[in-house]
């Protein structure tokens, strides 16, 4: 939609962690350097926490874009509540070892076997388990025990532990002090700073092939930071809708003005959220309006206008216009679009009642 707009090679903001769009902050770049030391070291425990969306997934995914796979083999997990046997199992698995109808002495007995095998080339081995904060105290007994397997004084596994910051209590709490032993290093994320919100929305538009086009001015970088607080999952969500907006809108700047009308968007959309309301049938069923025969590039682009208003109906008053004056153009089906469009200004635009629902 706003990709080719904007003449973006990708979309700068999507929330699939990418390395290539790996922002080294302060923060950052000290967790990704603890990382490094850790596999230097080949042994202990690194562990990396954060709130939601500050970037630890990311941090492993540049990682992982290091590694020379020829000397290390590496598997992640995320997890959730898994008592020991069942975290074995799942250890087990990602490293496409079998491990079906095994009891735990099997599984242990196998992967002992793959660890010193993997020795005996010359190759490390690397367990990185993410949401580490939803692993029991059984579970991470158990993780600790799977590091006591060694060859030659040398521990066969390395691990990284990911988690928010309700893991560090953890870490903390009773029985947990032989597992903190083997922590070598930990680092703990916190958000951008206002400067390093502008350099990492800079840093990711310019990965994207950004030819400044939208310009933003200074006083947009405070209003984004101030909406987002400078969390980069955060930051990502809300500059892809300002960049969707700047396309509905044809802007070629983005003031701050700008970034304050989307933030009352996200306002608005918060308090509808937590009202409990759900989406109204009609804009269910919208999109069914506009599967109109033909691949001319005027009505893909005016169904990406429809996408973009049924997905976000709160800005129907700046696009019904222009889908008016794009109706016009598409001589053989405008008759077809005007009475869709007619159906879809009133499907956004009548008062909803006590039974209707809200779309989201």
Not at 83 to 111: G, H, I, M, T, W
Not at 214 to 231: M, S
Request: hydrophobic residues 40%.
């Amino acid at each position: 939609m706003y990709t080719s707009y904007y003449g973006f090679s990708i979309k700068p903001f999507q929330l699939n962690p990418d390395p290539r769009f790996f922002f080294g902050s302060s923060g950052h770049s000290r967790a990704l350097a603890y990382l490094r030391y850790g596999l230097s070291q080949s042994e202990g425990f690194i562990v990396i926490t954060g709130d939601i969306g500050t970037g630890k997934t990311m941090l492993v995914k540049s990682l992982f874009q290091e590694l020379n796979s020829s000397n290390v083999i590496a598997a992640q997990l995320v997890t959730t509540q898994l008592e020991a046997d069942d975290l074995l199992r799942l250890v087990v698995a990602a490293f496409n070892l079998p491990y079906e109808d095994s009891n735990k002495a099997s599984l242990l007995r196998r992967f002992e076997e793959f660890l010193r095998d993997a020795a005996r080339q010359g190759k490390r081995i690397l367990l990185v388990v993410d949401e580490a904060q939803n692993l029991p105290a059984r579970s991470l007994e158990e993780l600790r025990m799977l590091s006591n397997f060694q060859a030659a004084d040398t521990p066969l596994m390395q691990s990284f532990l990911l988690g928010q910051e309700s893991f560090r209590a953890t870490l903390q709490g009773p029985g947990m002090e032989q597992l903190r032993q083997r922590v070598i290093a930990s680092c703990h994320l916190t958000p951008l700073s206002l400067q390093e919100t502008r350099d990492y929305i800079e840093h990711r538009l310019r990965v994207a092939g950004w030819q400044s086009n939208p310009r933003f001015d200074d006083a947009a970088y405070p209003a984004i930071y101030q909406h987002t607080q400078g969390v980069p999952r955060r930051i990502n969500v809300f500059c892809d809708r300002l960049l969707l907006y700047g396309y509905l809108e044809e802007l070629s700047v983005i003031a701050e003005a700008t970034v304050n009308t989307v933030g009352n968007e996200f306002s608005q959309e918060k308090a509808v959220s937590s009202s409990g309301r759900t989406v109204a049938p009609q804009f269910q069923q919208a999109k069914t309006l506009f599967a109109l025969p033909g691949t001319e590039q005027r009505i893909a682009h005016l169904e990406q206008t429809v996408e973009a208003l049924l997905e976000y109906p709160q800005w129907q008053d700046i696009q019904v216009e222009k889908m008016g004056k794009r109706l016009a153009e598409l001589e053989a089906v405008v008759t077809s679009l005007q009475q869709t469009v007619a159906e879809l200004r009133q499907a956004v635009t009548e008062p909803l009642g006590t039974d209707a629902t809200l779309s989201s």
